[in-house]
């Protein structure tokens, strides 16, 4: 026991070490952003108050934090200090949640405004950026979020549980937990839009509302449909989504406006499909499936075993 608390002691001291080394390069990193461009912007007027806002969101009031919780850290109360920094956690996510904004509003200033492209030119210069763009700082909050998340679970895994800070570092752990869960949902969303946007963009003529709230992406393929009667295999390209399974073809080469998007041919619900595997059990080549709906029934058939399985899955998971 005693062997194991030494392990134990060991583990934790060298992370605590090390929380502490990379929490001092990070306030670096930010002090760069706050110091160089927010005070000074805030002085200058070179941006609106509402620009700089969006800009840079509550960065300060996260350097602020960091700041404290460094100060802790190095005083060895690691129990106040995370207590103190939970209650500052709101601001990862909020910050996160307004980074794409952020992004748009800082390419639009440095498209329209002189003045605060010279100024970010000159800033960047500076010899304590080591050639490091304002871009490159401004995610700095998300990865950090995640070293966190990495550093207090291996804190909580080598403290005592009889120990009086492993509540706190429970309680710290399950905060961060919490917040990067949010900033992953938030992460997934736009993924997702951009995902709906694009299969928007794809197809010929707005005949087809792709991009409608609560819809989720899911995948897409090439895949053959068989005929009921005796013609031949028809190669179309499938779209999967939450609610909806889309059927589309090319456009024709030549066409002056469309030759590299599709047509779509039929919108089919899911809420009203019954999947099945016709063959492709075995090992194979390829399968077939078969999709019911309330009045047509699709063959749907590929050569790669691996893709129709693929199929089978995610078309069954979306329909349940």
Known sequence: VEEQRARWERKRSRTAKELLETEHKYLEQLDLVVTFFVTILKAKGTLK??????????????????????????????????????????????????????????????????????????????????????????????????????????LLENTNPDSPEYQKLAKAVKSVSEVSQWVQDIIHKRENSLQLLRVQKLLKGQKIQILTPGRWYIREGWLLVVPSKGEELKRRMFFLFSDIFISTKPCHALHPLNSNKLACQAVYPLHQCIVDKVFGHTQSQGGLLSLSFPHKTLLLMSSDQQDINDWYQRLAAAVR
């Open 49 to 154: 108050p509402a620009v700089l806002e969006t800009i840079f969101g509550p960065l300060e009031s996260i350097y602020s934090a960091s700041h404290v919780l460094a100060l802790h850290l190095e005083r060895g109360n690691l129990g106040p200090g995370l207590e103190n920094f939970c209650q500052n956690l709101e601001l990862y996510g909020h910050y996160i949640e307004n980074m794409e904004q952020a992004n748009k509003t800082l390419k639009e200033q440095l498209r329209k405004n002189k003045s605060f492209r010279r100024f970010k030119k000159l800033q960047e210069a500076r010899p304590q950026f080591q050639g490091r763009r304002l871009e490159d700082l401004l995610p700095l909050p998300l990865q950090r979020l995640h070293q966190y998340k990495h550093f207090l679970r291996d």
